[in-house]
């Protein structure tokens, strides 16, 4: 039984950076969730949901073994992961690119500074031997 909980905790070690992604995700959604409600609630079902079911996988892993059906649970199992987790994706990917308001910068176009730039109004033409404005 202790050699399942050393294999629990390597499993889990190697995907603890991919944990911490989802719980920045899920912090960051929870934070501006004033902001922005339907985004930041797809954000946490997405991020959640991604978490719990890598852990509910490492314990079918771990805890299963020895299982009679091993091979049948596994790809009911994988089948059920996959469809989830490309779910979770595409809650994400809504996340970040749906209810878009149109850019502000294709309602009102703002003059583009020209480069170089030229001399300030009323500064003289020329340059540092030119004569002070007013005397030519």
């Keep these: 039984m202790e050699a ?27 934070v501006r969730w004033k902001r922005h ?3 930041s609630l797809l954000a946490t079902i997405a991020a959640g949901t991604l978490f719990l079911l ?18 049948f649970i596994m790809s009911i199992w994988g089948l059920f992961h996959a469809t989830v987790s490309a779910g979770c994706w595409g809650l994400l990917a809504v996340a970040i690119f749906g209810w878009r308001e149109p850019a502000l910068a294709a309602a009102a176009p703002q003059a583009i500074p020209a480069w170089p730039p030229g001399p300030a109004p009323g500064a003289p033409m020329g340059g540092p031997g030119a004569p002070p404005p007013g005397r030519a």
Excluded: H
């Design 37 to 39: 409600p339907k985004v």
């Design 54 to 71: 890598s852990l509910a996988n490492t314990a079918i892993i771990v805890f299963g073994r020895g299982w009679r059906d091993m091979s």
């Design 4 to 30: 399942r909980f050393e294999m629990v905790g390597a499993m889990l070690s190697r995907s603890s950076l991919v944990y911490i992604a989802w719980i920045v995700i899920a912090v960051v959604a929870l």
